[in-house]
């Protein structure tokens, strides 16, 4: 089974704190992604990464960075995390390769104050 | 551009067969996938679209339209645990690039 696991399921930052949000994939997938969810908006790509030591910008990179130093790890970073950041974050992974699923992780739930 | 539109809300009775559209404009297309997401938990793969045409997988059939922009995820013999988000997402050009979700249509299943 594919799993794909988030550092935390509940998150409390307060304004202006760095806020490191870490996915873990066991299935060498190549393709990761970070997403975030929020109510009427849906799911909007954030970053993604074809492979170690690449990335790449998604809809709304703006606030955020990543890092990818391991195949299997993803890390999504707010530098100074904002009120408008509270939101779900969901990680992703696959194979390359437009037949193949994305399996997500159960997301991490953050909230900034 | 790419847009991506589906019902914000259904509601259907158990053991009925509700049908939740997708419609969408993508610059390319390389295939329709459904996702299943219940309150609180991850999106979950259900069906995945390339060719035109009908795919069943038990309770679950999707078909797509190429032409038409259209896709349709079928559920029958409905059960209270499909109450859930059902998300339509689409995969342009090229090939390897990740998935463009709709908002997601919640479905409620009443007794």
């Known amino acids: 089974d594919v799993k794909v696991t988030q550092s935390s399921r509940y998150l409390v930052k307060r304004t202006g704190e760095k806020v490191f949000l870490e996915c873990v994939q066991d299935?060498?997938?190549?393709?990761m992604f970070w997403y975030r969810q929020d109510p009427g908006l849906g799911l909007r790509l954030i970053y993604f990464?074809?492979?170690?030591?690449?990335?790449e910008k998604g809809d709304i990179p703006e606030g955020y960075s990543v890092s990818r130093e391991k195949k299997e790890r993803f890390s999504l970073i707010l530098e100074s995390a904002s009120t408008n950041q509270t939101s779900m974050y969901l990680c992703?992974?696959?194979?390359?390769?437009?037949?193949?699923?994305?399996?997500f992780g159960p997301g991490t739930r953050l909230t900034v104050t | 551009g790419q847009n991506i539109d589906q019902p914000t809300e259904m509601t259907a009775t158990e053991g009925a067969i509700v049908q939740i559209n997708c419609t969408y404009q993508?610059?390319?297309?390389?295939?329709l996938f459904w996702y299943q997401q219940h309150a609180g938990e991850a999106p979950t793969f259900l069906s995945y679209?390339?060719?035109?045409g009908l795919e069943e997988k038990g309770r679950f059939s999707s078909f797509l339209s190429r032409s038409k922009g259209y896709s349709y995820l079928l559920l029958k013999e409905l059960q209270m645990k499909d109450s859930a988000s059902y998300l339509c997402?689409?995969?342009?050009?090229?090939?390897?690039?990740?998935?463009?979700f709709g908002k997601g249509t919640r479905l409620s299943v009443i007794a």
């Open positions: 990464s074809y492979d170690v030591k690449m990335k």
């Open positions: 993508t610059s390319g297309f390389n295939g």
């Open positions: 992703a992974s696959s194979f390359p390769g437009a037949a193949y699923e994305q399996y």
């Open positions: 679209n390339v060719l035109d």
């Open positions: 997402a689409v995969r342009g050009n090229p090939g390897n690039t990740p998935l463009v």
């Open positions: 299935m060498d997938h190549e393709n």
